[in-house]
């Protein structure tokens, strides 16, 4: 199951490019703060994802490069670990709503993959994502796509707030249907588990 939502992880980066993180740990709960420090935490000193003890079989990984409307923002990869900052004020957005898509480079400045703060529960995957909002609004979009023999299904209601905002996303497959359905709010998912991993590309 875990594979198959590999899969449909990097194909719904054809559709929104929001995959990716969780920060200040590499396990969160319903019982502990929320992820990250934007609209949450106020840092000034920017808005930190830190991932530790990274699920990943890939030791080429030397690099972490986060892109928000074409802008990029890296940090070193070691020991399984990376701790990005990103500034808490981004201007010259030319979209209302930007993801967050964090990737892994190789040496050769390659990429090969991304990297996932998810949890489990039966068939129903969940993950973290950040985006970055130039005003306070209330985002609403809904996509939908073939690939391999399934149809797959994305949602977005979002209440965001003007800089960093928390994203939460469930997933569920039909195998019966062949339907992938993603489901995006503002929303802190609950009763869950989140750890990270590296999705390869290669």
Known sequence: MKTLFNYFMIAMMAVALGLSGCSK??????DEDE???GNNGGNTSGFVIEAKN???SRSTIVKVEATVDL??????????????????NISDISDGRNTLFIAGLNKNNEIIGIFNCRGYKGNT???IGYSYASE???YTRENSFESEGYTFTST????????????YCEGI?????????YTTTTKKTSGVNFTWDFASTE
């Open 156 to 167: 977005y209601n979002c209440d965001l707030k003007k800089g960093w905002n928390i994203e």
């Open 71 to 88: 802008k990029k923002y890296t940090a070193t990869y070691s020991n399984k670990s990376f701790k990005l900052t990103l500034p808490n």
């Open 173 to 181: 497959i039909d195998e019966d249907n062949k339907t992938v359905t």
């Open 25 to 30: 740990s590499d396990k969160i709960n319903e």
């Open 136 to 138: 306070n609004f209330v």
């Open 54 to 56: 990274v699920e990943s």
């Open 125 to 127: 995957s969940y993950s």
């Open 35 to 37: 992820p990250g420090n």
